[in-house]
């Protein structure tokens, strides 16, 4: 940016010399009389209109450059504060960005929507209800794999969340503390079983695994919920309120249960918030809320410990705004402590900014939000310290370009690392930028690389960024950034397909898992990938294994929290949706969790582990030809479809809606050891599939 900074001031220079010239020759000297001129003009000089006409247009241009130079400044910005909430509003201005939000979150929030009588007409739920009859009309089965070495009831070693950062959790549909799991479900209403609908929080036990059971199951009142934490014996369920007829997509609900007696959950709070719910971290023993509001009235809350009434979550002129940062709405950082003495009684801390974020980032010290300012051209990060029940300012800076997701965003040794995209499908190539996360100013950048690709993954792995664009190819850079000042590109890697996720498996190697594609670009199924990075500056795809068509799909593509890695067994467990040939013929398709076996010179298949039969496929597709719409059958067995796993000890617990099914990963045969199912399949209310019922 000094070279943006210099090249303006030349011009402004250049401005001034036309200035001065054009002064000489409007302000005619003494010598020349008026016809001299006259005569001179007409001999060859530019007409005067032609002259004002270049002064206006320089002078326009110069204006633009300087503004277009203070969009894109980078560095630290200053804060700007409100005297009253009439000047809050006044900033909402010059917003041109977006936001974006994750889809399996998304799709979290619409599975339980069916449960009240206002929903049941739509489309939507027209097709949950396909998937009501089938769950009922196909009951659990139980493995038949033997065990005779279970003594313990909880785990010695057991798998948590897919974190970005160690020892910061993230929010997820599936939680253990190696002795039960704890799993959000839906089942939605039909004419038939009204009783059973709606939304629940379960819990499992596992070992000793003949005994493995259903412990719990506690209808969730209020809250259509997307994921939840786990803390000791506290289970934080977050989602959205939920009135009589339709969910608040526009607020965010809190519900913290008390699960000390596992077989009968307790609800001893309720929060509430204004907005949309960003994401959310956990860290030394506090919940990091991050929402969005997007319009420009204050955002209100209510808490069950504090209030019978909504309040505001800050008085505007507490509020923390930025200028030359356009923004169209708040962001709202809300600390909750869940430390066990005082969890139903201590107060929320809310940080409220005029800011739109669309991502974040957190370690156990710092909070980045990350926003999208400008369609395609700018960002923001700004960074919060975190205190034990709060979150103050620290910095914030404008970044070039537009980064992908949350892993986009890293902090080591006290400096922020952005990773962008510059322009519309990276016209303006990718680039890494490093800031001071206490000033904001900028340290050092490397620019333009893989110029008209886009970031299609990104990985920060304390000195080094592993970063994967992808046009018609998949280049993987390997990036050394221990100087911020002078980071180098240290090698490179072209090879078909591309990867959205990137799971280190130590300081050498590297798991991608993404797409497939021809040498024309085109998809052509799902492809992992295991890199070696060992020699830095000659990175080399060790082995890649295929699956399917271009309608085939792995859930790590939507979240990296369906990622799992064993690494007492070096095994790798992922969620895939397989389809080869004909969609019409079942057997063509299938779900199920894939394991694989890691070692340095690549994947080796040990299982499937698959939570229907090829049978129940068959008769989906079946009960799907009733309304000739192939929808329904996706929606009539996604039900069943794997959407986590986890380990405890030798023992792999895959996850679905309506079942949950334990895999001995001590035996070579991988055999199912016993299947248990959630609410809604130990009892069957219908016996066959019928095209003529009502639902």
Not at 467 to 478: I, N, R
Request: aromatic share 10%; hydrophobic share 40%.
């Amino acid at each position: 940016m000094s070279e943006a900074r210099s090249g303006s001031k030349q011009e402004l220079v250049a401005m001034d010399t036309l200035s001065s010239d054009t002064d000489t020759i409007v302000d005619l000297p003494p010598a020349y009389t008026k016809a001299e001129a006259s005569s001179k003009s007409k001999a060859g000089c530019m007409p005067k209109w032609f002259i004002i006409t270049l002064i206006v247009g320089a002078v326009i241009g110069v204006i633009l450059l300087i503004a277009l130079s203070a969009v894109l400044v980078v560095g630290p910005l200053s804060l700007r504060s409100f005297s009253s909430c009439d000047s809050v509003q006044r900033s909402f201005t010059g917003f041109d960005g977006y936001i974006f939000y994750s889809p399996w979150r998304d799709w979290n929030l619409e599975k339980g929507c069916c449960d009240t009588l206002a929903m049941r007409n739509s489309s939507f739920c027209q097709m949950r209800m396909i998937e009501i009859a089938y769950m009922d009309a196909v009951p659990a089965s139980r493995g038949t794999g033997s065990n005779s070495k279970e003594v313990q009831t909880s785990a010695t070693e057991f798998s948590s969340t897919n974190n970005q950062v160690e020892d910061v959790d993230e929010p997820d549909i599936v939680k253990t503390d190696g002795e039960f799991v704890y799993t959000l479900s839906s089942r939605p209403s039909n004419s038939t079983s009204d009783a059973m609908c709606g939304s629940f929080l379960n819990i499992f036990s596992v070992l000793p695994t003949q005994n493995a059971a259903l412990v719990s199951t506690t209808m969730l009142q209020g809250i259509l919920p997307t994921d939840m934490f786990l803390i000791n014996d506290t289970v934080v369920v977050l989602g959205m309120p939920r009135s009589t007829a339709y969910p608040e997509y526009e607020q965010v609900a809190i519900q913290v249960f008390n699960v000390t007696e596992r077989s009968s959950p307790t609800l001893v709070r309720t929060v509430e918030l204004e907005g949309r719910y960003v994401d959310a971290r956990l860290a030394n023993s506090t919940l990091r809320l991050v929402t969005y509001k997007d319009n420009t009235e204050t955002p209100m809350v209510y808490d069950s410990a504090v209030s019978t009434t909504r309040i505001p979550t800050s008085p505007c002129t507490d509020m923390i705004g930025f200028n030359n940062v356009p923004a169209s709405g708040f962001t709202i950082v809300s600390s909750m402590s869940l430390n066990e003495e005082t969890i139903k009684t201590s107060p929320i801390s809310h940080t409220t900014l005029v800011f739109t974020v669309s991502a974040i980032y957190a370690n156990d010290e710092y909070l980045v939000l990350g926003a999208q300012v400008t369609s395609r051209s700018t960002s923001a990060v700004a960074v919060l310290q975190l205190n034990d029940t709060s979150a103050t300012f620290q910095s914030i800076a404008k970044v070039p370009g537009q980064f992908k997701d949350q892993f986009s965003i890293d902090i080591y040794q006290d400096v922020v690392r952005v990773a962008t995209t510059k322009g519309w499908s990276g016209d303006d190539g990718n680039n890494v930028y490093a800031y001071d996360i206490f000033t904001g100013e900028e340290l050092g950048s490397i620019t333009r690389l893989a110029v008209g690709e886009t970031i299609r993954a990104v990985r920060f792995m304390q000195d080094r960024v592993y970063l994967v664009t992808f046009e018609t190819k998949d280049p993987l850079f390997v990036i050394d950034v221990s100087d911020p000042a002078n980071m180098v590109l240290l090698g490179e890697l072209h090879i078909p397909g591309y990867s959205t996720y990137l799971h280190p498996l130590n300081s050498t190697h590297l798991v991608g898992v993404g797409r497939d594609t021809n040498e024309e670009g085109d998809d052509i199924g799902v492809k992992f990938s295991l890199f070696s990075v060992e020699d830095a500056s000659a990175p080399i795809e060790v082995y890649n294994i295929k699956f399917g068509d271009s309608y085939s799909r792995s859930a790590v593509e939507d979240t990296h929290h369906a990622f799992l890695f064993v690494p007492h067994h070096n095994l790798m467990v992922i969620p895939l949706y397989l389809q080869k040939g004909s969609y019409d013929a079942p057997a063509n398709r299938t779900q199920g969790a894939i394991v694989l076996r890691v070692g340095e010179s690549g994947f080796e298949e040990e299982a499937f582990v698959s939570h229907f039969t090829s049978e129940e496929w068959t008769a989906a597709k079946r009960f799907a030809d009733c309304s000739y719409d192939s929808a329904m059958e996706a929606q009539a067995t996604s039900g069943f479809f794997v959407e986590r796993s986890l380990y405890m000890d030798d023992y792999l617990v895959t996850v679905s809606q309506h079942r949950m099914v334990v895999t001995d990963m001590a035996n070579a045969d991988f055999p199912t050891i016993t299947t248990v199912a959630v609410p809604g399949l130990e009892t069957a209310s219908n016996t066959s599939f019928r095209c003529d019922s009502e639902y």
